[in-house]
């Protein structure tokens, strides 16, 4: 009897029960599921905080170029075998040739710039690029676009946009579709300049508010929003209906017009 009694007196396993174990668990997957969005979230929030960097260090050197030239940059050259942009290296080149800056940090690899010197291209240093550099094509993939037309269709007159052609007065008369004065640009703070664009290899690198043109508008990677840089160096992160809703937003359209009026 007293070995009984004493063996009832021993101390219990000091491991969990089952029941408890599966609390625990549960415990841990709820807070994980909690915790998982959130952490995404900030994750996502950190990219488009360094996406509103690019764009207003572009901003930043936009303002230099345009102090330099007094014209803006122009979109590309005008057509032809091998259209180039030339926006991006033209701004480049007051941004310390930093391609990096010029790339989304949400877009994947193939629609990354990186500066590559091929001497086999045989190229002069024109239109902003390096000698021998390997230009950016209209059909490269990219991550940023420039509003060349602005509301206006191609070769609209009088164009809307900062200028489609890179090309100075080739037309020789301002009306037409060079790039453009600086001095035309009525409002610079309400003028959209560059934004975060959809890339699939047509015209990445210009952005354009046409109702028909869904894969032409700004693309919005930013938790639905999309980075916007003015013409005067600040930078918005504006939902896509407040870019291009072709019909209640008036604002939006404006924003996109030299003029500063809605077309
Ligand atoms: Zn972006």
Redesign the pocket.
């Known amino acids: 009897m007293s070995r009984l009694v004493r063996s009832t007196r021993q101390p219990q396993s000091p491991g969990f029960t089952l029941v408890e174990l599966l609390v625990v668990v549960s415990i841990i997957a709820l807070l994980l599921a909690l915790l998982t969005p959130t952490l995404s979230r900030a994750r996502e929030m950190t990219?488009?905080v360094a996406?509103?960097s690019?764009?207003h260090q572009m901003g930043n050197g936009l303002q230099t170029y345009l102090a330099t030239y007094k014209y803006y940059p122009g979109g590309h050259t005008a057509g032809g075998v091998g259209t180039y942009v030339v926006w991006a290296p033209r701004i480049r080149m007051y941004c310390g040739y930093n391609s990096e800056l010029f790339n989304?940090?949400?877009?994947p690899a193939i629609q990354r710039w990186k500066t590559v010197i091929d001497p086999a291209l045989n190229l002069p240093k024109r239109w902003g690029y390096l000698a021998n550099e390997r230009p950016l094509y209209w059909n490269t993939p990219f991550?940023?676009g420039y509003n060349n037309w602005g509301q206006g269709q191609d070769f609209s007159q009088p164009q809307w946009g900062l200028g489609g052609y890179a090309e100075w007065r080739i037309q020789g008369n301002a009306e037409d579709w060079d790039a453009l004065e600086a001095s035309r640009v009525r409002v610079p703070a309400d003028m959209i300049a560059v934004g975060?664009s959809k890339s699939e290899g047509v015209w990445d690198a210009f952005i354009d508010p046409q109702p028909g043109e869904v894969r032409e508008w700004p693309?919005d990677?930013?938790l639905q929003k999309?980075?916007i840089l003015f013409c005067d160096a600040h930078v918005e992160t504006l939902a896509i209906a407040e870019l291009v809703d072709p019909f209640t937003n008036d604002h939006g359209k404006s924003r996109w017009n030299n003029d500063n009026q809605r077309h």
């Open positions: 990219k488009s996406c509103r690019n764009l989304c940090p949400v877009a991550s940023y975060d693309n990677p930013h999309s980075n």
